[in-house]
Every structure is written in structure tokens, then in C-alpha cells.
């Protein structure tokens, strides 16, 4: 079945940098999200990318849809300390109702 | 406007006995999606569903697990008879028709002694 690898696995930053995290699939996706978890959460949903190429930005946080399909990235500008936790991609083959396929995760912490 | 509500949120069972997992997905969703979660790990899909309607449970364990979402009422996903590795974050997700986004609940943690 897909995989999606995410990179880096975890991420030590201190307040104020910026995060810059990535995801690459085996095979091609038509619709790719991110999601945000904290512990004992569910996931919550950042943003959604729907064509290749697109940039779309939701506040500090930044996300693109990969060229080739086959990945994405997330950055996240002037971090916080809320923005620690873990961020998961998400892809699906086609757009509209159907399975999400997650990445392994980027577990981001930032050192006082 | 109420999210994605799951419960329990901690459940407990010994070996060999039926564990019982509901959700009510958000206002207006009849798109209901369940996902497992191993600790450090990701989610893995395992069945989406809409009303009355099994769509996908290509990520179902053949045996002892079994979903549905009735006309009225939450999605229950049933485990029969657990064992130790059944223990794990599950996750109920819901979206509206038509859409990608997924939107999930807070989770109902199973810890099988």
C-alpha cells in the first residue's frame, strides 16, 4: 500500500525560528492535507492542498502541493510554544469522501 | 456547533471480552471515517461508512472487528473477544459530502489487560 515518509522525524528549535518539515509519498496523490495532534488529542486540521503546485498559507503556517504529486511541505514562520506537537500529512488518491493515508509524523519541540 | 464527539474516552478490558466504540459525527456530516492509532505512530485508516452503508473497510482486521452507522444514532465500532494488541488511540473522523477534509474526535483509548 502508499507510504508517506516525513521529514524530519522530530525537530528542536528554539521560540522565534522558523520549522520547515516535508512529506514524499511512493506513488502520486491528488489531495494532501496537514494535521497537527497534540498528546492524548485527536488531530486537527491545518490545512488542505487540492492542486499541484498550490501554495496556501493559514496564518504563521504555510503548505505546499508537491509538483510531482508525490509530496508536500509545511513551514511554519516566527515559531511559539503552542506550536509544539506532532504534524502528520495526510494524501488521498482522489478528491472528495474517502480514506486518508497518514505520514509518520514530525514531532516538533521548542527548547526554552 | 459541537465537533466530532467520541466516548468513552478511556476504556479498559480484559482478554477475551467485547469492547464497544461510539461516535457522533459533526452536524450536517453523514461521512463517517474510523482510523487507529498505535503509540509513536500514525494513523492507519481501517473503515468509512455512511448512513446505513459500509463504502470502504479495506482497513478492517478480517476477524472480531465490525463497524456500522445506523439511520439514527452514533457509528459504533465493536471489537469482540480483545487481545493485548488491540490496545491502541481510536480515532472517529467525519466530513460533510463532497469534501476532503476530515475532521476527527478526541479519541477513545483501549487498553486491554
Known amino acids: 500500500g502508499q507510504q508517506l515518509n516525513q521529514s524530519p522525524q522530530s525537530m528542536f528549535i528554539q521560540e522565534g525560528e522558523d520549522v520547515s518539515m516535508n512529506c514524499t509519498s511512493s506513488?502520486?496523490?491528488?489531495?494532501w492535507l496537514w494535521y497537527k495532534q497534540d498528546p492524548g488529542e485527536g488531530p486537527v486540521l491545518l490545512i488542505a492542498l487540492y492542486k499541484a503546485g498550490e501554495l496556501t498559507s493559514n496564518g504563521r503556517l504555510t503548505a505546499q502541493f508537491g509538483i510531482t504529486r508525490k509530496d508536500s511541505f509545511l513551514n511554519i514562520s516566527a515559531s511559539i510554544p503552542s506550536d509544539v506537537g506532532i504534524y502528520f500529512c495526510a494524501g488521498q488518491l482522489s478528491y472528495g469522501n474517502e480514506k486518508l493515508t497518514f505520514g509518520t509524523g514530525t514531532r516538533l519541540t521548542i527548547i526554552p | 456547533n459541537a465537533g466530532v464527539m467520541q466516548n468513552p474516552r478511556h476504556l479498559v478490558r480484559r482478554r477475551g471480552q467485547e469492547a464497544r466504540l461510539r461516535c457522533s459525527p459533526m452536524?450536517?456530516?453523514?461521512?463517517v471515517y474510523w482510523y487507529r492509532q498505535l503509540p509513536e505512530e500514525g494513523l492507519k485508516f481501517m473503515v468509512y461508512?455512511?448512513?446505513?452503508?459500509?463504502?470502504?473497510e479495506s482497513g478492517m482486521p478480517k476477524e472480531r472487528f465490525s463497524a456500522e452507522f445506523p439511520k439514527e444514532g452514533p457509528s459504533i465500532l465493536r471489537i469482540q473477544q480483545v487481545v493485548r494488541g488491540d490496545s491502541a488511540a481510536y480515532f472517529c473522523?467525519?466530513?460533510?459530502?463532497?469534501?476532503?477534509?476530515?475532521?476527527f474526535g478526541p479519541g477513545t483509548r483501549l487498553t486491554v489487560l
Open positions: 452536524k450536517g456530516h453523514s461521512h
Open positions: 473522523a467525519s466530513s460533510p459530502s463532497g469534501s476532503s477534509e476530515q475532521f
Open positions: 461508512l455512511q448512513k446505513e452503508n459500509i463504502i470502504d
Open positions: 506513488s502520486i496523490f491528488n489531495t
